[in-house]
């Protein structure tokens, strides 16, 4: 896959986050640039991918953050993080309903916020899915799917 297209959904941003300045190293190494990525603005764009393409460049992100890193993934390794995505998660949740006390750098507690640590437990979500070899559609479709037309029958649909 190439690594400048996988990263050009990223907006133009500050790119000394870690994350970013990962994918910036990364990208000048083979030559591209990050001053001109670029979010999209229309939602379908961002929807338009298949599960297996969503999974597969969540594995590469994954892949390369762990090399950059030197993380030893193991078969814990995925759920204990999956465990501490969710703690995150719920942290933020916690803030921006007013259930906490607020962090002492004043970080955290915005819509972004969360926004953002529901992407981080999907994505060790998809990393777990991957590492353990699950069809989450043929998974879901087996355990929730299935009783779609059984309710929808029973006239219960939304």
Do not use: C
Not at 44 to 50: I, K, L, Q
Not at 67 to 92: F, M, N, Q
């Amino acid at each position: 896959m190439n690594v400048k297209r996988q990263f050009s959904n990223v907006e133009t941003g500050d790119f000394s986050n870690p994350p970013f300045a990962i994918i910036a190293a990364l990208l000048s190494q083979i030559g591209g640039s990050v001053g001109k990525l670029r979010l999209s603005t229309i939602a379908e764009d961002r929807m338009s991918a298949t599960f297996k393409e969503l999974s597969d460049r969540i594995g590469h992100v994954g892949d390369l953050y762990a090399r950059v890193h030197a993380i030893e993934r193991s078969a814990d390794w995925y759920l204990l993080k999956l465990t501490e995505e969710l703690g995150e998660l719920t942290a933020e949740h916690l803030l921006i309903t007013g259930r906490a006390k607020p962090n002492a750098d004043g970080s955290g507690g915005t819509r972004e916020a969360l926004e953002n640590e529901a992407a981080d437990l999907f994505g060790q979500f998809v990393l777990y899915l991957r590492a353990n070899e699950i069809d989450i559609e043929a998974a879901m479709e087996r355990k929730w799917l299935r009783h779609l037309d059984q309710y929808v029958a029973l006239g219960t649909e939304i």
